[in-house]
Every structure is written in structure tokens, then in C-alpha cells.
């Protein structure tokens, strides 16, 4: 009986640690832009969607004979084989792609443009401070020389 008590204490123990860090891991930044990322996506697919369906596809329709490519089936034996569909899908993948390449390349220009911004010149070495001190004594006594 004791035995079962110290591996139900142990097994609640680990659980907690297994539950503190996948807590911890949750609360990361990077999974929670993740997740961010992933639901805009999501929302963004739909967008997608409707511009090839809805816009671009009666465009293409006008030479295809079909509104969309959804309609182009073959059939072999008695199977359909509707490569329209496949089609369809390649055209939001490309324009998926296409909008996402612009995204991260705007992005990676921000960031380069913000690091190439000019760090503030380093502060002067003892020594130079020195010397500007001397040369500004020199130029000083120079001109006030030159006053008499």
C-alpha cells in the first residue's frame, strides 16, 4: 500500500513539471505569434479563395469554355478523375505563395533598412580626449598671441 502512495506522489509530481513547462512553453512569444500567424492564414485563405473563384476565374472561364477549373473531369473506366479540382488548387497555392514572398520580402527590407540605421560614433578614448584638450590649448594661446 505504501508503494502505491509514493508512485501516485511520484506520478503527480511529474505531471506537474510536464504541466509548469508546457505552460511556460505556451506562454513563449514565438508560439503565440504562431498561433497568431496560423488564424490570420486562415482568414487570409478564405480572401484567396474568393479572388480566384469569384474574379479571376470567369476571366480564365471566358477561354476555358467553364467557369472554373473545378468543372474538368475526365473519366476513366468509371472513375472521374477531376483534375480541375487539383488545378484550382495549384492557382490559390501560387497566389498564397506569390502574396506571402511580397510579405516577407517587405519585411526583411524593414528589418535590414533597420539595421543598417548608423550607430552613434563611439565616445572618444582617454587619449583623444587628451590630445583635443592640447590642441584646443595650443589654438588658444596661437590666438591670443597673435592679439598683441
Do not use: H, W, Y
Not at 477561354?63 to 490559390?92: C, E, H, K, P, Y
Not at 590630445?131 to 597673435?146: A, M
Request: proline share 3%; charged share 25%.
Amino acid at each position: 500500500m505504501k508503494n502505491i502512495k509514493e508512485n501516485i506522489k511520484e506520478i503527480d509530481r511529474k505531471s506537474r513539471g510536464f504541466m509548469g513547462e508546457f505552460r511556460k512553453f505556451i506562454a513563449r512569444g514565438n508560439v503565440m505569434d504562431m498561433a497568431v500567424g496560423v488564424i490570420i492564414g486562415a482568414a487570409f485563405k478564405s480572401i484567396v479563395d474568393s479572388l480566384v473563384n469569384d474574379i479571376l476565374m470567369p476571366f480564365v472561364g471566358i477561354f476555358i469554355g467553364q467557369d472554373t477549373f473545378a468543372s474538368l473531369v475526365f473519366t476513366v473506366g468509371g472513375a472521374q478523375i477531376a483534375f480541375g479540382n487539383f488545378i484550382q488548387a495549384i492557382v490559390n497555392f501560387l497566389i498564397m505563395a506569390f502574396v506571402i514572398f511580397c510579405i516577407v520580402k517587405a519585411m526583411n527590407a524593414f528589418r535590414r533598412k533597420k539595421e543598417e540605421a548608423p550607430a552613434a560614433p563611439p565616445a572618444p578614448s582617454a587619449e583623444e580626449v587628451l590630445l583635443t584638450e592640447i590642441r584646443d590649448l595650443l589654438r588658444e594661446q596661437r590666438d591670443s598671441g597673435s592679439d598683441k
